[in-house]
């Protein structure tokens, strides 16, 4: 068969063809695309999601501001109901990180089975705690084999000072615990009941509504010095982690080293720190250290939260 010759395309038609070979080119080194990062925390109380916003909005606008330029936009914050709900949200794909106790982010894992603890949150300068048992001043409890048979007031169920550690703590002790209104409940267990904030739990302590409460030492610290001094401390557990900002398993790896060197840098200046300290006290992020990590194996261990349940 002959040879068939085409014609040979035109000068402009040419230079049209180049452009577009170099668009496609160009194409192949074209940006990433832009990736989501949104908070999700629980309400600390129902129907209050606008002060979660006032607690962590300047914290957002800081890191959309560092972020942005690298391709990651900083989402509004993700408000849930409960654990349950947010750990529902992770899984979904709708949160890429949360911030929070050792406690609730087990739940969290164990119910998203898609969380990674990346970052140690130091809060009022603190990077562990612990909890402390606590009673009226002229009680007969002196440890914690006493508390058997009465009634110990805790915060709330998704706390880690508050109720999952001294739990942990009791039943380490041999201790049986169980909710005050469990049908199970007598005089071989300790009997919790819940307050919603520290410094009821110290008030009902006084005012006899429980024989002894537990949380943090740094709430302890905080109590109104006319609270505190009729109060005494009984028995201190080991320290814990304060608290962990963790990222959803499958963020795109890039966006998650902008946003954890972002959030480290945060304390560097004085915008940075003020947003930090308006999110509950935030002092600073530092990176979760091997050490970290053994640790939390460890607790996990003893705070597994089918336990609470």
Request: some cysteine.
């Amino acid at each position: 068969m002959a040879a068939v010759s085409l014609p040979r395309p035109s000068r402009p038609c040419r230079l049209a063809l180049a452009a577009a070979a170099v668009l496609l080119a160009g194409g192949a080194h074209a940006e990433p695309a832009r990736v989501p990062l949104r908070l999700g925390v629980v309400a600390e109380e129902q129907n209050e999601p606008d002060r979660m916003l006032r607690v962590f909005g300047d914290l957002l606008a800081r890191l959309r501001e560092r972020l942005a330029p690298g391709g990651v936009d900083v989402g509004g914050l993700v408000v849930a109901r409960d654990v349950a709900d947010l750990s529902q949200r992770l899984g979904a794909g709708g949160v890429e990180f949360v911030i929070e106790t050792v406690f609730p982010t087990l739940m969290l894992q164990d119910r998203s089975r898609r969380l990674e603890p990346a970052l140690v949150v130091v809060r009022r300068g603190q990077r562990s705690y612990h909890s402390v048992f606590f009673t009226k001043k002229d009680a007969p409890i002196q440890a914690l084999a006493d508390l058997r048979g009465r009634t110990l007031v805790l915060q709330v169920l998704r706390s880690t000072s508050a109720f999952a550690l001294p739990k942990a703590e009791l039943e380490r002790a041999g201790l049986g615990v169980v909710a005050a209104d469990d049908a199970r409940a007598d005089r071989r267990h300790v009997r919790y009941v819940f307050a919603l904030a520290e410094i009821n739990q110290a008030v009902w302590v006084l005012h006899g509504r429980g024989d002894a409460g537990a949380f943090s030492d740094g709430d302890w610290a905080a109590l109104p010095e006319r609270i505190r001094s009729q109060l005494r401390v009984f028995h201190e557990t080991r320290p814990i982690l304060r608290g962990l900002l963790s990222f959803r398993s499958d963020l795109d790896p890039r966006a998650r080293r902008l946003a954890e060197s972002a959030l480290m840098e945060l304390a560097g200046d004085d915008a940075g720190r003020a947003a930090l300290g308006a999110a509950a006290g935030i002092t600073r992020f530092e990176p979760l250290t091997a050490a970290d990590r053994q640790q939390m194996r460890g607790w996990a261990s003893v705070l597994r939260p089918a336990r609470a349940r």
